[in-house]
Protein backbone atom coordinates (compact mmCIF):
# COMPACT_ATOMS: atom_id res chain seq x y z
CA UNK A 1 0.00 0.00 0.00
CA UNK A 2 1.02 3.75 -0.82
CA UNK A 3 0.21 6.96 -0.26
CA UNK A 4 -1.13 8.42 -3.74
CA UNK A 5 0.23 12.83 -3.06
CA UNK A 6 -2.14 14.34 -5.26
CA UNK A 7 -4.70 11.38 -5.16
CA UNK A 8 -6.94 12.90 -2.35
CA UNK A 9 -7.91 15.84 -3.38
CA UNK A 10 -8.68 14.63 -6.67
CA UNK A 11 -10.63 12.02 -5.54
CA UNK A 12 -12.62 14.36 -2.66
CA UNK A 13 -13.66 16.83 -5.72
CA UNK A 14 -14.95 13.60 -8.09
CA UNK A 15 -16.40 11.73 -5.54
CA UNK A 16 -18.18 14.66 -4.49
CA UNK A 17 -18.95 15.22 -7.76
CA UNK A 18 -20.35 11.69 -8.26
CA UNK A 19 -22.55 11.85 -4.72
CA UNK A 20 -23.85 14.53 -5.57
CA UNK A 21 -25.06 13.27 -9.11
CA UNK A 22 -29.08 12.39 -8.16
CA UNK A 23 -28.92 9.58 -11.12
CA UNK A 24 -26.54 7.80 -8.29
CA UNK A 25 -29.26 5.85 -6.89
CA UNK A 26 -27.45 2.50 -5.91
CA UNK A 27 -29.18 0.70 -9.09
CA UNK A 28 -27.64 -1.77 -10.71
CA UNK A 29 -25.29 -1.14 -13.17
CA UNK A 30 -25.47 -3.15 -16.56
CA UNK A 31 -24.18 -6.61 -16.40
CA UNK A 32 -21.25 -5.77 -18.66
CA UNK A 33 -20.28 -2.62 -16.02
CA UNK A 34 -20.09 1.14 -17.07
CA UNK A 35 -20.30 1.61 -20.71
CA UNK A 36 -18.01 5.11 -20.36
CA UNK A 37 -16.07 3.17 -17.89
CA UNK A 38 -15.21 0.63 -20.47
CA UNK A 39 -14.67 2.85 -22.47
CA UNK A 40 -12.66 5.00 -20.84
CA UNK A 41 -10.65 1.38 -20.00
CA UNK A 42 -10.32 0.04 -23.89
CA UNK A 43 -9.04 3.67 -24.96
CA UNK A 44 -6.19 3.55 -21.87
CA UNK A 45 -5.00 0.59 -23.10
CA UNK A 46 -4.79 1.05 -26.90
CA UNK A 47 -3.96 5.21 -26.62
CA UNK A 48 -7.17 6.33 -28.44
CA UNK A 49 -5.60 3.78 -31.75
CA UNK A 50 -9.36 3.57 -33.79
CA UNK A 51 -8.52 0.65 -35.78
CA UNK A 52 -7.80 -1.66 -32.14
CA UNK A 53 -10.39 0.21 -30.38
CA UNK A 54 -13.09 -1.07 -33.29
CA UNK A 55 -11.63 -4.60 -33.10
CA UNK A 56 -11.96 -4.82 -28.94
CA UNK A 57 -14.62 -5.09 -26.33
CA UNK A 58 -14.74 -4.98 -22.74
CA UNK A 59 -16.42 -6.20 -19.34
CA UNK A 60 -16.21 -4.28 -16.12
CA UNK A 61 -14.34 -6.94 -13.48
CA UNK A 62 -14.20 -7.50 -9.95
CA UNK A 63 -10.53 -5.60 -10.36
CA UNK A 64 -7.64 -7.83 -11.70
CA UNK A 65 -8.61 -11.16 -10.13
CA UNK A 66 -11.66 -10.61 -11.67
CA UNK A 67 -11.04 -9.97 -15.30
CA UNK A 68 -8.54 -13.10 -15.26
CA UNK A 69 -10.73 -15.28 -13.54
CA UNK A 70 -14.08 -14.42 -16.35
CA UNK A 71 -11.27 -14.75 -19.18
CA UNK A 72 -9.54 -17.89 -17.88
CA UNK A 73 -13.38 -19.22 -17.48
CA UNK A 74 -14.37 -18.15 -21.23
CA UNK A 75 -11.33 -20.29 -22.40
CA UNK A 76 -11.89 -23.30 -20.13
CA UNK A 77 -15.29 -23.61 -20.34
CA UNK A 78 -16.61 -21.94 -24.19
CA UNK A 79 -12.92 -22.82 -26.19
CA UNK A 80 -12.51 -25.85 -24.05
CA UNK A 81 -9.01 -24.75 -23.60
CA UNK A 82 -6.63 -27.48 -21.46
CA UNK A 83 -3.48 -26.24 -21.25
CA UNK A 84 -1.99 -23.13 -19.10
CA UNK A 85 1.35 -21.42 -18.95
CA UNK A 86 2.09 -19.21 -16.34
CA UNK A 87 5.96 -17.93 -15.38
CA UNK A 88 7.94 -19.26 -12.96
CA UNK A 89 7.44 -17.66 -10.62
CA UNK A 90 4.30 -15.79 -11.11
CA UNK A 91 1.51 -14.42 -9.07
CA UNK A 92 0.14 -17.32 -7.08
CA UNK A 93 -3.08 -16.62 -7.67
CA UNK A 94 -2.75 -17.06 -11.47
CA UNK A 95 -2.46 -20.86 -10.32
CA UNK A 96 -5.09 -20.84 -8.04
CA UNK A 97 -7.55 -19.44 -10.28
CA UNK A 98 -6.51 -21.67 -12.59
CA UNK A 99 -7.01 -25.00 -10.38
CA UNK A 100 -10.26 -23.76 -9.64
CA UNK A 101 -11.78 -23.92 -12.78
CA UNK A 102 -10.09 -27.06 -13.44
CA UNK A 103 -7.53 -26.83 -16.02
CA UNK A 104 -6.46 -29.88 -16.58
CA UNK A 105 -2.45 -28.89 -17.26
CA UNK A 106 -1.14 -26.14 -15.55
CA UNK A 107 2.38 -25.29 -16.79
CA UNK A 108 5.18 -23.12 -16.13
CA UNK A 109 7.60 -21.19 -18.55
CA UNK A 110 11.09 -20.48 -17.16
CA UNK A 111 11.27 -17.03 -16.31
CA UNK A 112 13.96 -15.87 -13.79
CA UNK A 113 17.21 -17.08 -13.74
CA UNK A 114 18.04 -17.16 -9.67
CA UNK A 115 22.33 -17.12 -10.29
CA UNK A 116 21.94 -14.26 -12.26
CA UNK A 117 18.72 -12.42 -11.31
CA UNK A 118 17.68 -11.59 -14.39
CA UNK A 119 14.92 -12.92 -16.89
CA UNK A 120 16.04 -16.05 -18.45
CA UNK A 121 14.71 -15.87 -22.00
CA UNK A 122 16.48 -19.03 -23.74
CA UNK A 123 14.99 -21.02 -21.50
CA UNK A 124 11.32 -19.30 -21.50
CA UNK A 125 11.37 -19.80 -25.42
CA UNK A 126 12.26 -23.05 -24.88
CA UNK A 127 9.72 -23.84 -22.84
CA UNK A 128 7.45 -22.04 -25.22
CA UNK A 129 8.25 -24.12 -27.46
CA UNK A 130 7.72 -27.29 -26.42
CA UNK A 131 4.00 -25.99 -25.53
CA UNK A 132 1.51 -28.35 -27.12
CA UNK A 133 -1.27 -26.96 -29.47
CA UNK A 134 -3.94 -24.65 -28.38
CA UNK A 135 -2.26 -23.84 -25.30
CA UNK A 136 -3.11 -20.09 -23.41
CA UNK A 137 -0.33 -17.75 -21.92
CA UNK A 138 -0.45 -16.02 -19.22
CA UNK A 139 2.02 -12.81 -19.74
CA UNK A 140 2.70 -9.90 -17.39
CA UNK A 141 2.47 -6.61 -19.18
CA UNK A 142 4.65 -4.99 -17.04
CA UNK A 143 6.39 -5.22 -13.49
CA UNK A 144 6.59 -8.53 -13.40
CA UNK A 145 5.01 -10.10 -10.01
CA UNK A 146 7.20 -11.15 -8.55
CA UNK A 147 10.18 -10.39 -9.98
CA UNK A 148 10.26 -6.87 -11.08
CA UNK A 149 12.04 -8.03 -14.42
CA UNK A 150 10.32 -7.10 -17.73
CA UNK A 151 11.46 -8.09 -20.68
CA UNK A 152 13.34 -5.49 -23.15
CA UNK A 153 11.50 -4.82 -26.23
CA UNK A 154 13.75 -6.56 -28.40
CA UNK A 155 13.08 -10.05 -26.11
CA UNK A 156 9.28 -8.96 -26.71
CA UNK A 157 10.18 -9.48 -30.18
CA UNK A 158 11.44 -12.85 -29.92
CA UNK A 159 8.66 -13.72 -27.22
CA UNK A 160 5.95 -13.19 -30.00
CA UNK A 161 7.48 -15.09 -32.75
CA UNK A 162 7.49 -18.16 -30.52
CA UNK A 163 4.14 -17.51 -29.09
CA UNK A 164 3.09 -17.14 -32.60
CA UNK A 165 4.54 -20.13 -34.36
CA UNK A 166 3.16 -22.46 -31.56
CA UNK A 167 -0.45 -20.39 -32.08
CA UNK A 168 -0.88 -19.87 -28.19
CA UNK A 169 -3.55 -17.75 -27.10
CA UNK A 170 -2.30 -14.64 -25.51
CA UNK A 171 -3.44 -13.09 -22.08
CA UNK A 172 -2.13 -10.64 -20.61
CA UNK A 173 -2.33 -9.76 -16.94
CA UNK A 174 -1.91 -5.69 -16.87
CA UNK A 175 -2.16 -5.13 -12.66
CA UNK A 176 0.73 -1.92 -13.10
CA UNK A 177 0.57 0.10 -15.87
CA UNK A 178 2.21 3.51 -15.10
CA UNK A 179 4.10 1.89 -12.46
CA UNK A 180 7.23 -0.11 -14.51
CA UNK A 181 8.13 3.25 -16.62
CA UNK A 182 6.19 5.83 -14.81
CA UNK A 183 4.77 6.26 -18.36
CA UNK A 184 0.80 4.31 -18.95
CA UNK A 185 1.75 4.20 -22.68
CA UNK A 186 5.33 2.78 -22.32
CA UNK A 187 4.19 0.61 -20.09
CA UNK A 188 1.87 -1.59 -22.07
CA UNK A 189 4.27 -1.04 -25.10
CA UNK A 190 4.68 -5.47 -25.00
CA UNK A 191 0.38 -5.35 -25.41
CA UNK A 192 0.06 -2.72 -28.38
CA UNK A 193 2.92 -4.55 -30.11
CA UNK A 194 1.19 -8.17 -29.90
CA UNK A 195 -1.77 -6.33 -30.96
CA UNK A 196 0.00 -4.63 -33.92
CA UNK A 197 1.95 -8.52 -34.92
CA UNK A 198 -1.73 -9.75 -35.18
CA UNK A 199 -3.00 -11.50 -32.19
CA UNK A 200 -6.56 -11.60 -30.53
CA UNK A 201 -5.96 -11.62 -26.90
CA UNK A 202 -7.60 -10.94 -23.73
CA UNK A 203 -6.08 -8.64 -20.99
CA UNK A 204 -6.80 -8.26 -17.63
CA UNK A 205 -6.83 -4.71 -16.30
CA UNK A 206 -6.85 -3.49 -12.81
CA UNK A 207 -7.22 -0.52 -11.40
CA UNK A 208 -6.49 -1.20 -7.95
CA UNK A 209 -2.83 -0.15 -7.81
CA UNK A 210 -2.72 2.67 -10.60
CA UNK A 211 -5.70 4.61 -8.85
CA UNK A 212 -4.96 3.74 -5.75
CA UNK A 213 -8.84 1.99 -5.53
CA UNK A 214 -8.10 -1.79 -4.12
CA UNK A 215 -11.35 -2.10 -1.78
CA UNK A 216 -13.33 -0.93 -4.32
CA UNK A 217 -12.56 -3.46 -6.75
CA UNK A 218 -11.85 -2.02 -10.64
CA UNK A 219 -10.70 -4.50 -13.71
CA UNK A 220 -12.57 -5.09 -16.74
CA UNK A 221 -10.96 -7.56 -19.23
CA UNK A 222 -10.82 -6.28 -22.15
CA UNK A 223 -10.60 -8.36 -25.72
CA UNK A 224 -9.23 -7.96 -29.12
CA UNK A 225 -10.65 -9.70 -31.93
CA UNK A 226 -9.32 -10.27 -35.72
CA UNK A 227 -12.89 -9.06 -36.81
CA UNK A 228 -15.08 -6.66 -35.22
CA UNK A 229 -18.23 -9.14 -36.77
CA UNK A 230 -17.33 -11.46 -33.31
CA UNK A 231 -17.48 -8.97 -30.31
CA UNK A 232 -21.75 -9.43 -30.24
CA UNK A 233 -21.03 -13.07 -29.70
CA UNK A 234 -17.89 -12.38 -27.21
CA UNK A 235 -19.97 -9.77 -25.14
CA UNK A 236 -23.18 -12.06 -25.20
CA UNK A 237 -20.77 -15.39 -23.79
CA UNK A 238 -19.26 -12.56 -21.19
CA UNK A 239 -22.57 -11.56 -20.06
CA UNK A 240 -23.71 -15.34 -19.09
CA UNK A 241 -20.72 -16.21 -16.99
CA UNK A 242 -20.77 -12.59 -15.40
CA UNK A 243 -24.21 -12.91 -14.50
CA UNK A 244 -23.54 -16.34 -12.85
CA UNK A 245 -20.58 -15.32 -11.06
CA UNK A 246 -21.11 -11.40 -9.89
CA UNK A 247 -24.37 -10.62 -11.71
CA UNK A 248 -23.68 -7.29 -11.54
CA UNK A 249 -20.22 -4.74 -10.96
CA UNK A 250 -20.09 -2.12 -8.14
CA UNK A 251 -20.52 0.89 -9.39
CA UNK A 252 -18.63 3.68 -7.18
CA UNK A 253 -14.97 2.60 -7.77
CA UNK A 254 -15.62 2.69 -11.28
CA UNK A 255 -17.49 6.08 -12.01
CA UNK A 256 -14.16 7.52 -10.51
CA UNK A 257 -11.88 6.37 -12.79
CA UNK A 258 -14.45 6.27 -15.75
CA UNK A 259 -14.76 10.59 -14.93
CA UNK A 260 -11.16 10.79 -14.84
CA UNK A 261 -10.37 8.53 -18.08
CA UNK A 262 -13.48 10.51 -19.52
CA UNK A 263 -11.99 13.86 -19.16
CA UNK A 264 -8.61 14.93 -20.46
CA UNK A 265 -7.53 17.76 -17.63
CA UNK A 266 -7.97 14.89 -14.84
CA UNK A 267 -6.53 12.01 -17.06
CA UNK A 268 -2.91 14.43 -17.45
CA UNK A 269 -3.31 14.99 -13.71
CA UNK A 270 -3.75 11.67 -12.86
CA UNK A 271 -0.93 10.59 -15.47
CA UNK A 272 1.56 13.13 -13.62
CA UNK A 273 0.66 11.39 -9.65
CA UNK A 274 1.29 7.91 -11.70
CA UNK A 275 4.69 8.92 -13.18
CA UNK A 276 5.18 10.49 -9.36
CA UNK A 277 4.79 7.39 -7.58
CA UNK A 278 6.94 5.33 -10.05
CA UNK A 279 9.77 8.07 -9.98
CA UNK A 280 9.85 7.36 -6.29
CA UNK A 281 9.74 3.64 -5.87
CA UNK A 282 12.61 3.94 -8.42
CA UNK A 283 14.58 7.11 -6.66
CA UNK A 284 14.16 4.27 -3.35
CA UNK A 285 15.58 1.77 -5.04
CA UNK A 286 18.89 3.48 -6.17
CA UNK A 287 18.79 4.26 -2.36
CA UNK A 288 18.86 1.06 -1.01
CA UNK A 289 21.26 -0.30 -3.94
CA UNK A 290 23.78 2.35 -2.86
CA UNK A 291 23.25 1.46 0.64
CA UNK A 292 23.96 -2.29 -0.25
CA UNK A 293 27.37 -1.44 -2.03
CA UNK A 294 28.51 1.39 0.87
CA UNK A 295 28.14 -2.05 3.74
CA UNK A 296 30.00 -3.99 1.16
CA UNK A 297 26.98 -6.56 1.69
CA UNK A 298 28.18 -9.35 -0.29
CA UNK A 299 26.82 -10.46 -3.48
CA UNK A 300 25.49 -8.29 -5.97
CA UNK A 301 22.61 -6.41 -5.82
CA UNK A 302 22.29 -4.17 -9.46
CA UNK A 303 19.14 -6.22 -10.29
CA UNK A 304 17.38 -4.26 -7.50
CA UNK A 305 17.76 -1.20 -9.88
CA UNK A 306 17.41 -2.77 -12.92
CA UNK A 307 13.53 -4.42 -12.20
CA UNK A 308 10.60 -2.29 -12.10
CA UNK A 309 7.54 -1.86 -10.21
CA UNK A 310 6.74 -2.21 -6.99
CA UNK A 311 8.33 -5.24 -5.84
CA UNK A 312 12.07 -6.96 -5.88
CA UNK A 313 13.07 -9.81 -5.76
CA UNK A 314 16.14 -9.36 -3.93
CA UNK A 315 17.48 -13.08 -4.28
CA UNK A 316 17.37 -13.64 -0.24
CA UNK A 317 16.36 -17.10 0.96
CA UNK A 318 13.77 -18.62 2.85
CA UNK A 319 16.23 -18.53 5.51
CA UNK A 320 17.25 -14.81 5.40
CA UNK A 321 13.47 -13.80 5.22
CA UNK A 322 12.86 -15.59 7.85
CA UNK A 323 15.54 -13.82 10.00
CA UNK A 324 14.55 -10.03 8.65
CA UNK A 325 11.03 -10.65 10.30
CA UNK A 326 11.77 -12.63 13.09
CA UNK A 327 15.28 -10.12 14.07
CA UNK A 328 14.35 -7.22 12.26
CA UNK A 329 10.86 -6.85 11.66
CA UNK A 330 10.85 -6.54 8.54
CA UNK A 331 8.49 -8.52 6.48
CA UNK A 332 9.01 -10.37 3.26
CA UNK A 333 7.77 -12.77 1.13
CA UNK A 334 9.67 -16.32 1.72
CA UNK A 335 10.57 -15.49 -1.37
CA UNK A 336 12.40 -13.01 -1.26
CA UNK A 337 10.35 -10.60 -2.84
CA UNK A 338 10.36 -7.20 -1.05
CA UNK A 339 7.40 -4.58 -1.66
CA UNK A 340 9.60 -1.76 -2.64
CA UNK A 341 6.80 1.65 -1.93
CA UNK A 342 7.37 0.27 1.76
CA UNK A 343 10.85 1.77 1.57
CA UNK A 344 11.15 5.20 2.84
CA UNK A 345 14.25 7.82 2.98
CA UNK A 346 13.43 7.21 6.61
CA UNK A 347 13.98 3.90 6.75
CA UNK A 348 16.20 2.83 4.17
CA UNK A 349 19.32 2.96 6.12
CA UNK A 350 17.69 0.38 8.75
CA UNK A 351 16.42 -1.70 6.11
CA UNK A 352 19.55 -1.85 4.56
CA UNK A 353 21.84 -2.89 7.53
CA UNK A 354 19.39 -5.65 8.48
CA UNK A 355 20.03 -6.96 4.44
CA UNK A 356 23.18 -7.11 5.37
CA UNK A 357 23.03 -8.62 9.14
CA UNK A 358 21.08 -11.34 7.28
CA UNK A 359 23.35 -11.73 4.20
CA UNK A 360 26.55 -11.83 6.58
CA UNK A 361 25.29 -13.65 9.70
N1 LIG B 1 -2.26 -9.65 -11.31
C1 LIG B 1 -1.14 -9.42 -10.61
C2 LIG B 1 0.17 -9.79 -11.21
C3 LIG B 1 -1.21 -8.84 -9.34
O1 LIG B 1 -0.08 -8.63 -8.66
C4 LIG B 1 -2.46 -8.50 -8.80
C5 LIG B 1 -2.61 -7.89 -7.45
N2 LIG B 1 -1.70 -8.22 -6.51
C6 LIG B 1 -3.60 -8.76 -9.57
C7 LIG B 1 -3.46 -9.33 -10.81
C8 LIG B 1 -4.99 -8.50 -9.06
O2 LIG B 1 -5.33 -7.20 -8.90
P1 LIG B 1 -6.71 -6.76 -8.25
O3 LIG B 1 -6.44 -6.38 -6.86
O4 LIG B 1 -7.15 -5.63 -9.09
O5 LIG B 1 -7.65 -7.91 -8.32
Known sequence: MFVFPNKVCMYVKIESAILSNTSLLHEYLPIAGSPKFREGAINLLWGGDKELIARSGGVQALGGTGALRLGLEFLRSRLHYETVYVSKPTW?????????????????????????????????????????????????????????????????????EVVKAKKMFVFFDCAYQGFSSGDVDLDVAAVRLFAKLGFEMFVAQSFSKNFGLYSERVGQLTYLVQSADMLPRLASNFSTIVRQIWSNPPAHGSAIVSAVLNDQVLTNEWKETVKSMAGRIQ???????????????????????????????????????????????????????????????????YVAECIHDAVVK
Open 92 to 160: ANHIGICKSLLYPNIKEYKYWDDKLRCLDLDNMLQDLNAAPDRSVVLLHACAHNPTGMDPTAEQWHRIA
Open 283 to 349: AMRRLLFDRLVALKTPGTWDHIVKQNGMFSFTGLDANQADYLINTHHIYLMKDGRINMCAITTRNVD
